[in-house]
């Protein structure tokens, strides 16, 4: 078969390809970025599923708008006025996760040869994503407070990229949050030199102590301009359901029509079903319950797995410890002549029955083969101290 050219352009995720390691009978797994689903709030998701079957089911099982279910367009625009986000129901479309969303922008945003900045590291989907359109995608440096302005200003005025895609809050795989006096030179940059920016919020409820900055695009009335150079994608999967499959964009109306078009011919519509679901479960007010214990829980992990990691590594790694998310973003030192290859490492945690991803993948380009991921969403404290113990007999 002749394949697309364009497939020369990606290749499968280090991090999928990394499961089919896992199943190993042991293993203890920091890899993955998923939610606990001992955390998932089965009971009210359980009465929302039968209210919507019970209640007139046929809309729910039925074909829907592209756009979305309305009623959960309604609540979306409740829930992210509580953000401090001003948006009409008609001025937001619901996506299947937000996944989708970035998917959509893609075919609505890049031409082949197109440039795109993103952070250095970031979500490894979104490069996957946009060099699928063809995108030459240029990574921006990070440190603890985000990207860094000054350094994604001069990439932005060398390469005038089609659009900047950042993860503000609690970055993936970075655990980074954006301050907010970047966040506001972030916007300036937008209007300064007319350029998209693509906000990815998925985690910004996962706070483990007061809340993150504001996002941009609640941020953004303070910058004249900014709104209409801003697309905002946010999802549920993080904190409801990842199984739900529900996120939505947050877009100028001319993007977002024709992000609706290209839906249309990607999957019609997100499912009626769950749809419904999340939006009788908004009206339960369940979530902020729910939402406090993820954070408890996850608080106490990432503290745990701070301390572990300072007492089995040392010096051996440096890492900031994140204040709200699901991940550590470390750095092989190389210290007392220890490894400083995260792939290495791997390799020999994978023996130890540990797991984790290597940060590589997570670079556009210019890889710092040192880094690695973390994730403490899925393992309990014990487990945690047992698997940062195995990775210090590894290293």
């Known amino acids: 078969m002749q394949f697309a050219d364009r497939l020369n352009n990606v290749e499968t995720s280090a991090i999928r390809e990394l499961f089919k390691l896992l199943g190993k009978p042991g293993i203890i797994s920091f890899a993955g970025g998923f939610p606990d689903p001992a955390l998932f709030d089965v009971e009210g998701i359980a009465e929302s599923t039968a209210a919507v079957l019970a209640n007139n089911p046929g809309p729910v099982l039925q074909y829907g708008a592209t756009e979305g279910f309305g009623p959960l367009r309604e609540g979306l625009s409740k829930f992210m006025a509580n953000k401090g986000v001003t948006v009409q129901p008609d001025g937001l479309i619901v996506t299947t996760g937000s996944q989708q969303g970035l998917d959509l922008l893609g075919k609505v945003m890049i031409n082949p040869g197109d440039k795109v900045i993103v952070e250095a590291p970031t979500f490894l989907a979104t490069i996957q994503c946009f060099r699928l359109y063809g995108a030459h995608v240029i990574g921006a440096p990070i440190d603890a407070d985000g990207v860094d302005t000054d350094k994604l200003e001069a990439l932005i005025a060398e390469h005038k990229p089609k659009m900047v895609y950042l993860i503000p809050t609690f970055g993936n795989p970075s655990g980074a949050t954006l301050s907010l006096a970047r966040r506001k030179r972030v916007l300036e940059l937008a209007v300064k030199y007319n350029t998209l920016v693509v906000e990815d919020d998925p985690y910004c409820e996962l706070y483990f102590g007061k809340p993150p900055p504001p996002s941009l695009l609640a941020l953004s009335h303070t910058v004249p ?14 904190i409801l359901s990842p199984g739900l499959r529900v996120g939505w964009m947050i877009a100028p109306p001319a993007l977002l029509a024709n992000a609706t078009m290209c839906k249309q011919f ?41 301390t572990s990691l300072r007492r ?62 973390l994730s ?6 014990q487990r945690i101290v047992e698997g940062v113990g195995r990775l210090g007999e590894a290293l």
């Open 376 to 381: 403490f969403a899925t393992v309990d404290v």
């Open 312 to 373: 089995e590594l040392g010096s051996a790694i440096s890492f900031n410890e994140p204040q709200g998310g699901m991940f550590f973003w470390a750095k092989l030192t190389g210290e007392g002549g220890k490894s400083s290859n995260a792939t290495d490492f791997a390799k020999r945690a994978i023996d130890k029955l540990v797991a984790f991803v290597p940060g590589a993948p997570f670079y556009a380009h210019d890889a710092d083969v040192a880094t690695f991921r």
């Open 266 to 306: 990607s999957d019609a519509h997100t499912s009626n079903l769950t749809q419904a679901t999340a939006a009788h479960y908004l009206t339960l007010n369940r979530l902020d319950t729910a939402l406090a214990a993820v954070r408890t829980t996850y608080a106490e992990r990432a503290r745990v797995m701070a």
């Open 225 to 238: 301009g900014s709104r209409e150079l801003l697309a905002h994608c946010g999802s549920f999967s993080k």
